[in-house]
């Protein structure tokens, strides 16, 4: 979590760099500042790339520690079970429960880890950012913002709903072979 939040916090301040190398360097045409204020922005970029790999192999080491360890509590769990508790949950069942549904957890783990944690710290980030460097930019950050939210209420209800909803029967086809009578 650390290295997340960190290496979000990298990413929130570059456009603080951009807006410093325009405004004390490319406006007042001051070359020394444009390569101090890049070297920075070159630092803060090395920076950023070792905290995404320490992020990337810290989430994948806590990932696949809370794996061994569940994969472990499940082997304990089903070598006490007596033989007839086995033969009716199913030799095949608890494969699946040991192998395919342990990787599952271990992969929700690692996408909460790496990808789901940065975006609320990368909201709040950026607002502050928006909030910062500019009053019309905060205004449509909230904006923005409140149109978002909104669809994205709108499109997890309707996607419940869609899901609720139940399948229409197909129509019944008249057959189209002929009959012959007679």
């Not at 940065?118 to 910062?132: D, R, S």
């Not at 009053?135 to 909230?142: C, E, I, K, Y």
């Not at 709108?154 to 012959?180: D, Q, W």
Request: proline share 3%.
């Amino acid at each position: 979590i650390l290295f997340s939040t960190l290496y979000t916090f990298m990413q929130v301040l570059l456009p603080f760099y951009t807006r410093r190398i325009y405004s004390e360097g490319i406006v007042v045409y001051n070359m020394d500042m444009i390569v101090e204020i890049g070297i920075g922005m070159l630092a803060l970029t090395l920076l950023s790339i070792a905290l995404s790999f320490s992020n990337t192999y810290f989430s994948t080491r806590t990932s696949v520690e809370y794996s061994r360890t569940l994969r472990n509590a499940l082997f304990t769990k089903v070598s006490s079970l007596c033989q007839s508790d086995i033969d009716k949950i199913g030799v095949s069942s608890l494969i699946t429960r040991t192998t395919n549904d342990v990787k599952q957890v271990h992969d929700v783990i690692l996408n909460v880890l790496k990808s789901i944690l940065p975006v609320p710290i990368m909201l709040i980030g950026g607002l502050v950012m928006a909030f910062t460097l500019s009053r019309d930019l905060a205004t449509a950050s909230r904006l923005i913002i409140a149109f978002l939210m909104f669809c994205g209420r709108v499109g997890s209800v309707s996607f419940a709903l869609a899901l609720m909803e139940k399948k229409a029967a197909p129509p019944i086809k008249n057959p189209r072979e002929k009959i012959t009578i007679g």
